[in-house]
């Protein structure tokens, strides 16, 4: 079981011990359900880039985007016309 839980670790962080400075801005869908991540990027100065319903706080992200965050789709037209953006 340890095991497992090493691998699983290793899986979800092992692409940060690469960083050698902080982001310059974190994406996150649905603050109210990432708040723990919400919270420490204020903590740490990283502004919050967030999609967010209307039962989220708009003030818990420098960059809110409302929308229905539960539509599969919407996020998906969103995420991806922030992508293109993003690499134009």
């Known amino acids: ?8 670790l290793e899986r979800n962080f092992a ?25 420490e990027a204020h903590t740490m100065g990283i502004p919050v880039i967030a999609l967010m319903n209307t039962d989220c706080t ?3 992200a420098e960059f809110p985007i409302v ?7 919407t996020v998906d037209v969103v995420l991806n016309a922030l992508l293109s953006t993003y690499t134009a």
Do not use: F, P
């Open 1 to 8: 079981m340890i095991e497992r839980e090493m691998a699983r």
């Open 15 to 39: 692409g940060l011990t690469s960083l050698n400075q902080k982001a310059g801005a974190m994406l996150v869908i649905d603050t109210k359900k990432e708040a723990i991540a919400v919270t």
């Open 58 to 60: 708009v003030t818990d």
């Open 67 to 73: 929308l229905n965050d539960a539509s599969v789709t």
